[in-house]
Nanobody, 128 residues
Framework: QVQLVESGGSLVQAGGSLRLSCAAS????????MGWFRQAPGKEREFVAG??????????YYADYVKGRFTISRDNAKNTVYLQMNSLKSEDTAVYYC???????????????????WGKGTLVTVSS
């Protein structure tokens, strides 16, 4: 069983920055594929960013709507994954969820069904 706890959500002005954190339990954290998803009011949950081990090292993946603005990273010593969000827009307002998969994921695998564990989410509100 893997437990995920997100933190860092807040109210921020458009153009600002925020860093989300997700602390994970589990002895094999370094092998987990870790991702961030979000769900805005009245909308479906969608993929934001992911990081997974590959034979060349860790690879990162981003949705087009956050590419160049958001950065995902991980600290395996702390069992934590981060989402640095810059140049925030009002449309980034959502509950952000951390998710883990107990296997490697490639670019086509980052979907809701591909994740094994979910956190409870943290709210990010961007005011315009």
């Amino acid at each position: 069983q893997v437990q995920l706890v997100e933190s860092g959500g807040s109210l921020v002005q458009a153009g600002g920055s925020l860093r989300l954190s997700c602390a994970a339990s589990g002895r094999s954290f370094s092998s987990y594929a870790m991702g961030w998803f979000r769900q805005a009011p009245g909308k479906e949950r969608e993929f934001v960013a992911g990081i997974s081990w590959s034979w060349t090292g860790y690879s990162t993946y981003y949705a087009d709507y956050v590419k160049g603005r958001f950065t995902i990273s991980r600290d395996n010593a702390k069992n934590t994954v981060y989402l640095q969000m810059n140049s925030l827009k009002s449309e980034d307002t959502a509950v952000y969820y951390c998710a883990a998969a107990l296997r490697t994921l490639d670019g086509s695998s980052w979907n809701l069904n591909g994740m094994d564990y979910w956190g409870k989410g943290t709210l990010v509100t961007v005011s315009s």
